[in-house]
């Protein structure tokens, strides 16, 4: 079964301009949650998506924003993009349990 | 939502066990013991999880005492391939409400 993969792997944008990062689950897999990992503040929980549905959301600002289609797979959407946003962006799906699988993330550096 | 503290850093002899603790004194009666472990530049990898009994899987075993107040991860014999960062978590659940709060992990060097 083909794991979690991500879209792009590496990205560079300017102060201002807007990205949008996808996401494919595990075949199966209905839920797909987003997360955030800097050096200082490792993973961080921006939000999940259940069968199309935002379940749950993490305390990051509205200029970041996500959606499910109906093939369970995954957008998320940063605009007005800021110098912070520099990160890894790192995607798992899972079923409605436990475990959830990690993709190898996005490497998002903003100039 | 519950909160994990690990130690920053661990040291582990190839072939030895490797035993990684995990303080979450303030776990509710139904919420979650997760490890993952993230090796450089890669997504974190499910370990192993449990809810109040010990647990043990191909890749580790999961020890949590009586209160629940903590865990350990225990890796019978760590080879050079497990130096990581692990991270314990729990998952908080209300609902539909469900995430996991991640702390900064134990960074784990296996050394030969």
Known sequence: KAGVTQTPRYLIKTRGQQVTLSCSPISGHRSVSWYQQTPGQGLQFLFEYFSETQRNKGNFPGRFSGRQFSNSRSEMNVSTLELGDSALYLCASGTSGNEQYFGPGTRLTVT | ?112
């Open chain 2, 1 to 112: 939502d519950a909160k994990t503290t690990q130690p920053p850093s661990m040291d582990c002899a190839e072939g030895r066990a490797a035993n990684l603790p995990c303080n979450h004194s303030t776990i509710s009666g139904n919420e979650y013991v997760y490890w993952y472990r993230q090796i450089h530049s890669q997504g974190p990898q499910y370990i192993i999880h449990g809810l109040k009994n010990n647990e043990t899987n191909e890749m580790a075993s999961l020890i949590i005492t009586e209160d629940r107040k903590s865990s350990t991860l225990i890796l019978p014999h760590a080879t050079l391939r497990d130096t990581a960062v692990y991270y314990c978590i729990v998952r908080f659940n209300a609902g539909n409400n469900r995430k996991l709060i991640w702390g900064l992990g134990t960074s784990l060097a296996v050394n030969p």
